[in-house]
C-alpha cells in the first residue's frame, strides 16, 4: 500500500509540469507587445471613464475635419480612431489613440 501511495505521488510531481505548459493566453500577443490596446479594451476604458454609446472607426489620413483649431488632431498625432459618444447625456466627437487617451472635440 505504502509503494502505491508513492508511485502515485511521484506521477503527480512528474505530471505537474506539464499541466502548466499546457495552459494557454488569451491576450493578443500584437495588443501587447507594442503597448496598444485593442478596439475591445479601448471601449472597455472608456466606459470606465464614463462614456457610453461608443462609436468608433479607425482615422485615415483625411478623415480629420481640416478645420480643427487644436494642432495635432490627425493621424499623425498619434489619434488612431475617431468616432463618437454619449458622456453625462451629452453626445460627443472623439479622438482616442491606441493607449487609451481621449480627446473630446
Known amino acids: 500500500m505504502k509503494r502505491l501511495l508513492a508511485m502515485s505521488a511521484a506521477v503527480a510531481l512528474?505530471?505537474?509540469?506539464?499541466?502548466?505548459?499546457?495552459?494557454?493566453?488569451?491576450?493578443s500577443p500584437s495588443a501587447?507587445?507594442?503597448g496598444m490596446m485593442s478596439l475591445t479594451q479601448l471601449k472597455e476604458k472608456l466606459e470606465k471613464q464614463g462614456y457610453s454609446d461608443i462609436k468608433l472607426q479607425p482615422q485615415t489620413a483625411t478623415s480629420g475635419s481640416g478645420s480643427s483649431t487644436e494642432s495635432g488632431s490627425s493621424a499623425a498625432s498619434g489619434h488612431e480612431y475617431v468616432g463618437t459618444a454619449t458622456k453625462d447625456g451629452k453626445p460627443v466627437n472623439i479622438e482616442v489613440n491606441s493607449k487609451g487617451e481621449v480627446t473630446e472635440k
Not at 18 to 26: H, I, K, N, P
Request: hydrophobic share 45%.
Open 14 to 27: 512528474l505530471a505537474a509540469p506539464a499541466a502548466v505548459l499546457a495552459q494557454t493566453s488569451t491576450t
Open 32 to 34: 501587447t507587445t507594442q
